[in-house]
């Protein structure tokens, strides 16, 4: 008696798993067909063709960022294409909507995104390095910080220099650690303007700030946590193209 439903149990089973991978396939078909890089989802196999497409067709360059304190202003580099798109891609998306300054390290850096990144549906991927010796951490440097320096850049956290001035010797002996050439305008914007040497060669700088660098010092001086780098009070943020 119990057999006639067995078997109708197993041919619904049957049928469902049908209907799943047929479903799986015109998926994949739509994913594979779709050319709006706005889009595609970007792995880490299709990242530098997705974001290059994206670039060419999004020329923007400047950028406000919103603070309690008012509007920070920045350019980002043509000379470092693909985090210039990601970047412009993310505000776009609406990433940098509801963001914050999470992360201050007085007389270097502020850091920004999303602390907690479990909720947002993140894409999986990370940016090739667009490291040039042009762009390095003078003070009000914008950059891409990465988890691990054999890996990219990762496009959800970004931070902005606010450093200290240093003495030439200091410049010298920290870029000799780097073993890379120190240029004549780099060692002049440290001992004058100020900035991080020591980040230099390990994260790219794409862009900088051109208004507001007063307020970097600002947000910087916010008290902190004891004993963490994370400010007492959120210090929201949200990013447009004006």
Same mark, same amino acid.
């Given at each position: 008696m119990n057999c006639p439903l067995k078997l109708s149990f197993r041919i619904q089973l049957l049928v469902l798993s049908v209907l799943g991978v047929l479903l799986s396939c015109e998926t994949k078909k739509?994913?594979?067909?779709?050319?709006?890089?706005a889009k595609i989802r970007i792995t880490k196999h299709n990242?530098? @063709?997705?974001?290059?497409?994206? /670039?060419?067709?999004?020329?923007d360059s400047i950028i406000s960022i919103e603070t309690p304190y008012g *509007? +920070? #202003?920045?350019?980002?580099?043509? #000379?470092?294409?693909?985090?210039?798109?990601?970047?412009i891609r993310l505000i776009n998306k609406g990433y940098f909507d509801s963001a914050d300054f999470y &992360?201050?390290?007085?007389?270097?850096? +502020? @850091?920004? /995104? =999303?602390?907690?990144?479990?909720?947002? /549906?993140?894409?999986?991927?990370? +940016?090739?390095?667009? *490291?040039?010796? &042009?762009?390095?951490h003078k003070r009000g440097a914008l950059a891409m910080a990465h988890r691990d320096e054999s890996e990219g850049s990762s496009p959800y956290d970004f931070y902005i220099v606010q450093g200290s001035v240093f003495r030439e010797d200091s410049v010298r002996s920290i870029n000799k650690d780097t073993g890379y050439p120190l240029l004549l305008k780099q060692l002049k914007t440290y001992t004058t303007v100020g900035g991080v040497p020591h980040l230099?060669?390990?994260?790219?700088?794409?862009g900088e700030v051109i208004e507001g660098l007063n307020l970097v010092d600002s947000i910087a001086a916010e008290p902190l946590e004891e004993n963490t780098? =994370?400010?007492?009070? &959120?210090i929201s943020i949200r990013i447009t193209i004006p």
């Open positions: 739509v994913q594979e067909t779709e050319t709006d890089p990242v530098e @063709q997705v974001l290059t497409q994206y /670039g060419e067709e999004h020329k *509007i +920070i #202003k920045a350019v980002l580099y043509t #000379k470092t294409p693909l985090h210039r798109a990601s970047f &992360r201050l390290v007085p007389a270097m850096v +502020i @850091q920004g /995104g =999303h602390l907690d990144k479990r909720r947002m /549906g993140l894409e999986n991927y990370e +940016i090739p390095h667009e *490291i040039d010796p &042009r762009w390095f230099d060669y390990h994260y790219t700088v794409f780098e =994370h400010p007492k009070n &959120r």
